[in-house]
């Protein structure tokens, strides 16, 4: 249960991490 929870966490971080950056180089 707290592997899987953990890796959707790591999952979820690096999809979210090139969004920030893309949405950041626009601004």
């Given at each position: 249960?707290?592997?899987?929870?953990?890796?959707?966490?790591?999952?979820?971080?690096?999809v979210?991490?090139p969004?920030?950056?893309?949405?950041?180089?626009?601004?």
């Amino acid at each position: 249960m707290k592997l899987a929870l953990l890796l959707a966490t790591l999952i979820q971080s690096v999809v979210m991490n090139p969004l920030m950056h893309q949405r950041e180089r626009h601004l």
